[in-house]
């Protein structure tokens, strides 16, 4: 987890300073530049939207996992992408959300699977149901930010997306969809 949390917040710092950098560029005027990355900009950016949309899945039963010794790697690593992923950002931006002058959307992309727990996505389905528990709780703890925090959480369907392309897993054991 920890080396998610390092890369999710050189990311999140990476976007933050490029952020600042566009917004205090006047195209006008030659560059000169007004921070470095490891300075932080006098003003620091405005955030208005945060989407949340990182996942991977799996493809074979907790119990196939189990007797390969795959198990505890599976779930670690669901849970480390589809849910501290989300949160290590949010605490990342948590300052630049509680600041913004025009209060901020946070949309969490997560999956029917959040809601409706099918065979075969045991650790995908615990990963999508922790990101509906804390982006619900999550809520409640800023519904009183002063210039207002909305947070949504999406549920699509099945997808034809490349996230069942890499499932996690068993390598012989693939699920049609």
Do not use: W
């Given at each position: 987890?920890?080396?998610?949390?390092?890369?999710?917040?050189?990311?999140?710092?990476?976007?933050?300073?490029?952020?600042?950098?566009?917004?205090?560029?006047?195209?006008?005027?030659?560059?000169?530049?007004?921070?470095?990355?490891?300075?932080?900009?006098?003003?620091p950016?405005?955030?208005?939207?945060?989407?949340?949309?990182?996942?991977?899945?799996?493809?074979?039963?907790?119990?196939s996992?189990?007797?390969?010794?795959?198990?505890?790697?599976?779930?670690?690593?669901?849970?480390?992408?589809?849910?501290?992923?989300?949160?290590?950002?949010?605490?990342?931006?948590?300052?630049?959300?509680?600041?913004?002058?025009?209060?901020?959307?946070?949309?969490?992309?997560?999956?029917?699977?959040?809601?409706?727990?099918?065979?075969?996505?045991?650790?995908?389905?615990?990963?999508?149901?922790?990101?509906?528990?804390?982006?619900?709780?999550?809520?409640?703890?800023?519904?009183?930010?002063?210039?207002?925090?909305?947070?949504?959480?999406?549920?699509p369907?099945a997808?034809?997306?490349?996230?069942?392309?890499?499932?996690?897993?068993?390598?012989?054991?693939k699920?049609?969809?």
């Amino acid at each position: 987890m920890a080396m998610v949390t390092a890369m999710v917040t050189a990311m999140v710092t990476a976007m933050v300073t490029a952020m600042a950098s566009a917004q205090s560029t006047d195209t006008h005027e030659p560059p000169s530049p007004t921070h470095s990355p490891t300075q932080p900009p006098a003003q620091p950016p405005t955030l208005r939207q945060v989407v949340l949309n990182a996942g991977i899945s799996m493809g074979a039963s907790f119990t196939s996992l189990s007797k390969a010794g795959e198990a505890m790697g599976v779930m670690r690593r669901l849970m480390d992408v589809n849910y501290f992923g989300a949160v290590g950002v949010i605490d990342a931006l948590l300052p630049l959300l509680e600041n913004s002058p025009t209060g901020v959307r946070i949309l969490a992309v997560s999956s029917v699977v959040g809601l409706v727990a099918p065979p075969t996505r045991t650790g995908y389905a615990a990963s999508k149901f922790a990101l509906k528990g804390f982006c619900d709780a999550l809520r409640c703890e800023l519904i009183d930010s002063p210039n207002g925090c909305v947070v949504t959480l999406a549920y699509p369907g099945a997808v034809r997306t490349e996230i069942n392309s890499s499932r996690l897993g068993l390598k012989a054991e693939k699920v049609s969809e």
